[in-house]
Nanobody, 120 residues
Framework: QVQLVESGGGLVQAGDSLRLSCASS????????MGWFRQAPGKEREFVAA????????YYADSVKGRFTISRDNAKKTVYLQMNSLKPEDTAVYYC?????????????WGQGTQVTVSS
């Protein structure tokens, strides 16, 4: 069982940065692929970034590539999302997810979400 808790969201201006954190209480955190997704009002949940269990491989949506960085600290059982050069269209609730193989919107484990609002 994996429990995930996100933090770090907030209200910022366009061009600012935020770092989201997702802490896990599971004992096997390092065995899971971790990912970040987001959902804006009236839109479907979409993939943002993912990281392999070792941290060696990362994947990004085209919309955030070059601005966002995903990382993980297996000793702390935490995954991070560093978001730079934020844009109003990044406004959404951000969720972290865990999966044994590939994180998708169908993954079993999710956090409760953290709101990110970017004003223009």
């Amino acid at each position: 069982q994996v429990q995930l808790v996100e933090s770090g969201g907030g209200l910022v201006q366009a061009g600012d940065s935020l770092r989201l954190s997702c802490a896990s209480s599971g004992r096997t955190f390092s065995s899971y692929v971790m990912g970040w997704f987001r959902q804006a009002p009236g839109k479907e949940r979409e993939f943002v970034a993912a990281i392999s269990w070792s941290g060696d491989n990362t994947y990004y949506a085209d919309s955030v590539k070059g601005r966002f960085t995903i990382s993980r600290d297996n000793a702390k059982k935490t995954v991070y999302l560093q978001m730079n050069s934020l844009k109003p269209e990044d406004t959404a609730v951000y969720y972290c997810a865990a999966d044994r193989r590939v994180v998708t919107t169908m993954s079993d484990y999710w956090g409760q979400g953290t709101q990110v609002t970017v004003s223009s």
